[in-house]
């Protein structure tokens, strides 16, 4: 009677470890989950810093930081004399005999360059304020003087339409006629990214 025992025990026994192992086999026979698109994609980048900056070569001469594509530029109240920002006297921009300035001992700045646009260290790109991408007929002059100062006429088919007053302003460049009364219509912030 005990060995009969034993014997069904056993056989009890054999019976659930081939079912286990049996059931183990099929699950991993299971063939995998079929790859599905995704809707979205989250995660976490350390923060980094995006700024825009206003360089004359080595010299900057502003700097502000950029979010969800605005900014703003602090300009400086004087502009610090460097290497690529020496003021030089108005009367060297607007020459001839046709052109009236009111102060012609007033000093002048001008940069049309574009803004770069930076993210830490590193340049990304420009921005430009133009009414078409590349060819930029129209364009922003940023023109820094250090007295009230007027500049009108014109000499060499340039025409000059300018109120500037101490410290920084905005003069628009279309073709060939530079002014500080009308920002021409259809301007925008253009970014071009740095190759």
């Given at each position: ?10 056989m ?94 007033a ?19 420009s ?31 340039c ?21 500080t ?15």
């Amino acid at each position: 009677m005990k060995r009969t025992v034993f014997f069904l025990s056993a056989m009890a026994l054999g019976l659930l470890v081939s079912a286990s192992v049996s059931a183990q086999a099929k699950k991993a026979a299971a063939p995998a989950p079929a790859p599905k698109a995704i809707t979205s994609l989250t995660g976490k980048i350390p923060s980094a810093t995006l700024s825009v900056k206003l360089r004359a070569g080595e010299t900057e001469v502003a700097t502000g930081s950029l979010s969800n594509g605005s900014f703003t530029l602090a300009l400086p109240a004087t502009l610090k004399p460097g290497p690529d920002t020496f003021l030089d006297p108005i009367t060297s921009w607007a020459k001839g005999e046709e052109v009236k300035i009111s102060a012609p001992t007033a000093k002048f700045w001008r940069y049309m360059a574009p803004l770069q646009v930076y993210l830490g260290e590193t340049l990304l790109g420009s921005a430009s304020y133009t009414d078409s991408g590349e060819e930029m007929e129209t364009s922003l002059y940023l023109v820094y003087v250090d007295k009230d100062v007027t500049v009108k006429g014109s000499v060499e088919g340039c025409a000059y339409d300018l109120t500037l007053k101490k410290g920084w302003n905005k003069a628009y460049q279309k073709g060939s006629a530079l002014n500080t009364t009308t920002e021409p219509k259809g301007l925008k912030w253009v970014f071009t990214v740095n190759n």
